[in-house]
Each structure stands twice: as C-alpha cells, then as structure tokens.
DNA sequence: TCTGGGGTCCTAGGACCC
DNA sequence: TCTGGGGTCCTAGGACCC
C-alpha cells in the first residue's frame, strides 16, 4: 500500500504558523513578481479567490474580506519543507520516503499490516503536525493514483475523516471512485477531461471501467493504459529511488520590470547559470548542455496585448561540468546572438541538461589541477550561499545594482534562516 | 499596469547506420 | 528503370503535475 502525506495550503500554513493572529483569517500567497495566486486557504477558497488567478483580479474580494497576502517567502517553506520530510523519514524510514514536490511525499507502506494501515496514517499526520506545526492529510491506497483519490476526498472531507482515508476494499475503492470527477483524477489533465467528458465519461468509476485500448489509443499511449491499470487497483508507477538525480535543471524568471538592455540581460543570464549550476552540484552531477531563452512581449494587431513569444538557443559543451565560471563562458555569447534592440524583455531563462554524475566527467589530464581548484573554489561559495540561503557571494557578471530583479513586495520574515529575523516573543 | 517557476514522461519524425 | 527492413539516437513539442 501506498501513502501519500500532503500538507495542507502549504505556503499558507507555513505564513500562519509564525502568525498565529491569522489562524481564522483568510490568506494567500503571490507567485513571484506578486503575479498570480498560488495558494490560498479554505476561508479564501470560500470567498471564491480563484487559484493560479492573477492577484490583481482578486484585488477587490481581497481588499474587501480583509485577506492577508504574501509574497512568496521560499527561504521559509524551503526550511519548513525539509522539517516535514525529516519527519516522515524518521516514522516510515528514508528510503520508503518519495518526495514528490515541496508539500507532498509518497510513502511505502508494503510492510505495514492490513489492519494497523489507518492507525499508521493517524499516526503519520499527528506526529508531523505536532512536531512542525504544519497540517497534513493523509491518502492510503493500493497505487498512486488511488492514494491521491483518497488524499483528496480526506481533504475535501476534512470533518468526517480527519484528514485521514485508507482506500482498501473493493466497495471503499468504488465509492471514493463515484465520488471524484475525471478531472480531479491525478493524470487527467484538461485535454484529456474534454475528450473523456465528451465520450460521456465524468467521473473516476466510469474512468476505471474504460476499456484499456480505447484509453491507449485517446488517452497518450501508455500513459492512459498505466492511469486505467492504477484506477483498478495495479500499481504501475513505481517509488522513485531516493537517490535519483533530476535530469534536467531549469533556472528562469520574470523580470520586475520589463527589461530593453543587453546588459540587464546578460546580468539576469549569469544570475540563473550561477543557481542552477548551484543545484546541479548540490546533486554532485555536471552538465553538457545549456540552453538559454528569453521572452519577449509580442505585438498583436499593433495594439497592445499579452502576447509572449519566446526564442531558444543551446550550445553543447565539449565536456561536461559543474563549475559556474565555465557555464557564463559559454551562456553570455548565445543571450548576445538572442538579443534584438529595442524589444521589450518579460523574462530570460536557462536549463542545463545532459547531466552525468560528476566523477564520470571524461578526465583530461591537462586540466587536472585547475578542475581542483575550481571544484574548492565552488564548493566554499556553495557552503557560504547555502548557510545564509541567499547568493551572499556572487559572480561580477551577474551585476549589483540588479534592477530587473523581481518584485516580493509582501514577503514576511525569513523566521528560520536569518538570525536577524528570527521570531521574537516579547 | 498587472498573468510563476520547475519539473517529468511520452511521441513523432528525421538522420543515420548496417 | 528499378530502391528493404530493422534498428538507434536525437530533438521538438505536447500533456501533465505541483
């Protein structure tokens, strides 16, 4: 059987917990740039605050329902994510833990017995909560998919459950099913929720039942057989091991403001190349590829309106790497050859893909001692960003005066990580 | 005036090989 | 004049997730 822990309005309960006055006032948390909603608690939801809703659109029922908004504070949830994971693993054990974002994890609980599965999952939510303060909801089922069927419900029926489902007999399996639309079903995105509702299929039960090549043919391929295997109970989307790198590392943003200059740009490119090659070590692996993008706002029928367009460039580098130095080298010319004056910059971008561990990076003798070298250098200015979860240390392309950085201008304390902003009680 | 950021997996189609 | 069958690898783009 399969857990899946799931905190409840993350950002939101992270903001709460060092403001206990908000506990029964509604609150959202902004996206960054403060421009769209990302999270939201119940009492917003009730209000009608539309998630992933731009925030100047619900500015009105905000101001008027006296709702508390932030800026998104990632220090803070960063810290309080690694508290609530630290948990689990300590209950279940760390390699029966899957982290599945910042505010969720799959759990394995194949060798918990049938009948302690929902004392188990009790157990799970009240320890987390009581050690971190963040509230959870708990889903236990044969597969993913399903535990995330049973997570929802637990949620959406906070007060019957507890917070707590365990789907496990047959009939358990079909009502939770009969209760759930297909497109709240994990998997079942808007395409496919179109397509199915047309065919007269609306909710999880009538899903299950769908025969499976009919859903390999309108449902992408595998991907729709694997979601009908996992309705009827099969699991088909294993645990990912722990250890697993990502295989790709994505650094972009919005701009503050918009951007016209080459300078800016390339200052905003040697910023996001310094982060990502930052994570890319922090999972002890190099990189080959590196692709740099910018969107620019388009025009349409000579007035204008939101209409982006973006452009791409990529180079592959002759070895792979990890050292941030090499990274600018090869980034800054393709943001130059990107680069059109007199554009209008929204927001630049970089990924780095073609990642290998970095004890496999093909030696080449020559260059020995200076990678060394490098490596220390990289590895101190890790240590130090890291231990003030900010870049403190930075390189001199990626500018100072950084005007085309993004606005948070609601962001509360950095409660856990800054000793200057540390909670007082008076 | 104003619409996030970071991922995964899959498929189709082209280039290339024997 | 006629032009196979089977395979791999890569890339772009779509769909989906939180």
Redesign the pocket.
Known sequence: MIAIV?CNS?YCSCERLFRPDLNNRPVVV????D??I?ARTDEAKALGVG???????N?EVIEKNNVAVFS?NYNLYGDLSMRVMDTMRFLVGDNRVEV?????AFLNLDDVAENKLAAVAKNIKDTVEMWTGIKVSVGVAPSKVLS?VANRLSKKYKKETQGVIVLHTAQQIQEALLKTKV?D???????????LNHQGITDGWQLRNVPVEWA?KN?????GV?LIKELNGTPCIPM?DPL????????????G??VYELKDLKEAVAT?VS??AE?LRRQHCAAS?I?VFVVT?GFKNAK?E?N?QSA?R?V?LPNATSNTNEFIKYALPLIEMLFTPGLKY??A?I????IVPDNSIQGNLFIEDATKQQRTLMNTIDNINFSQRDDIIKYAASGLKRNWK?RQELRSKRFTSRWNELYEIK
């Open positions: 799931d993350f902004l996206s960054n740039n421009g769209c990302i998630m992933a809703g731009p925030y100047y659109q500015k998104s599945y974002s910042v505010d969720e995330k497109e079903i994990w998997g079942v995105g808007r395409q496919s929720a179109i397509k390999r449902l992408g391929g595998v991907v694997r990912k697993e790198v990502k295989k790709m590392i994505a650094t972009t943003r919005m701009f403001k918009p996001y982060r990502a994570k590829f692709d706002n204008y939101y982006p791409h990529h592959i929204l927001k971008g990924i780095l893909s073609g993004m």
